[in-house]
C-alpha cells in the first residue's frame, strides 16, 4: 500500500509537468532567443526589401542623373535607359518621359509601397537635377510637379 501514494504522486507531477510545458515555452539547447512572431518576421523581411530596393533605386537614378546631364551636354536628352547605356533588372517598373527640356526616370518597385523619380530639367540657365520618394502618384496633375506632391526629395550621395 505504500507505494500507491508514491505512484498518485507521481502521476500528480508529470501531469503537472505537462501542464507547465504545455503553458510555458521550452527551449532546446539549440534555440538561440525568444520565438518570433510570423508578423514581425514579414515586418522585418519587408523592411530589409525596402532598403535594397531603395539602394538600387539610388543607384539607378545617380547614373540616370549622370547620363541626362552628359547627354543634353550633347543636344539632348535621351530617351530611354537604353540609350544612356543603362538597364534594370525585374524587380522594378522602369518608365522614362523626356521632353524638350527635361526628362524623369520613374521607379516603381514591384514589392513595397515606396516609389522613387529623377528629373533633370533645363530651366533655360542651368540644369536642375531633383530625386524624389515616396507612394505612387493618384494622378497626372500629380506628375507634373517637380516633386509629386506629398513626396519628399533627397540628396543621393556620390560615391
Given at each position: 500500500m505504500r507505494?500507491?501514494?508514491t505512484a498518485?504522486?507521481?502521476l500528480?507531477l508529470g501531469?503537472?509537468?505537462?501542464?507547465a510545458t504545455?503553458?510555458t515555452q521550452?527551449?532546446s539547447p539549440?534555440?538561440?532567443?525568444?520565438?518570433m512572431?510570423?508578423?514581425?518576421?514579414?515586418?522585418?523581411d519587408?523592411?530589409?526589401?525596402?532598403?535594397?530596393?531603395?539602394r538600387?533605386?539610388?543607384?539607378?537614378?545617380?547614373a540616370?542623373?549622370r547620363g541626362?546631364?552628359?547627354?543634353?551636354?550633347?543636344?539632348?536628352?535621351?530617351?530611354?535607359?537604353?540609350d544612356l547605356?543603362?538597364s534594370s533588372?525585374?524587380t522594378?517598373?522602369?518608365?522614362?518621359?523626356?521632353q524638350?527640356s527635361s526628362?524623369?526616370l520613374w521607379?516603381?518597385?514591384?514589392?513595397?509601397?515606396e516609389?522613387?523619380?529623377?528629373?533633370?530639367h533645363?530651366?533655360?540657365?542651368?540644369?536642375?537635377?531633383v530625386?524624389?520618394?515616396?507612394?505612387p502618384p493618384?494622378s497626372?496633375?500629380?506628375?507634373?510637379a517637380?516633386?509629386?506632391?506629398?513626396?519628399?526629395?533627397?540628396?543621393?550621395?556620390?560615391?
Amino acid at each position: 500500500m505504500r507505494s500507491l501514494p508514491t505512484a498518485v504522486a507521481a502521476l500528480l507531477l508529470g501531469g503537472l509537468g505537462l501542464i507547465a510545458t504545455r503553458q510555458t515555452q521550452v527551449f532546446s539547447p539549440g534555440d538561440v532567443g525568444l520565438p518570433m512572431d510570423a508578423r514581425l518576421v514579414e515586418q522585418l523581411d519587408d523592411q530589409e526589401a525596402t532598403l535594397n530596393q531603395r539602394r538600387q533605386a539610388e543607384t539607378l537614378l545617380r547614373a540616370f542623373v549622370r547620363g541626362q546631364l552628359a547627354s543634353f551636354y550633347w543636344g539632348q536628352f535621351a530617351s530611354s535607359l537604353i540609350d544612356l547605356g543603362l538597364s534594370s533588372d525585374e524587380t522594378m517598373d522602369v518608365r522614362v518621359e523626356t521632353q524638350a527640356s527635361s526628362t524623369r526616370l520613374w521607379l516603381t518597385p514591384k514589392r513595397g509601397s515606396e516609389s522613387y523619380v529623377a528629373i533633370v530639367h533645363f530651366n533655360g540657365s542651368k540644369l536642375v537635377r531633383v530625386q524624389c520618394r515616396g507612394l505612387p502618384p493618384a494622378s497626372t496633375e500629380q506628375m507634373a510637379a517637380v516633386c509629386p506632391e506629398g513626396w519628399r526629395a533627397f540628396e543621393i550621395p556620390e560615391l
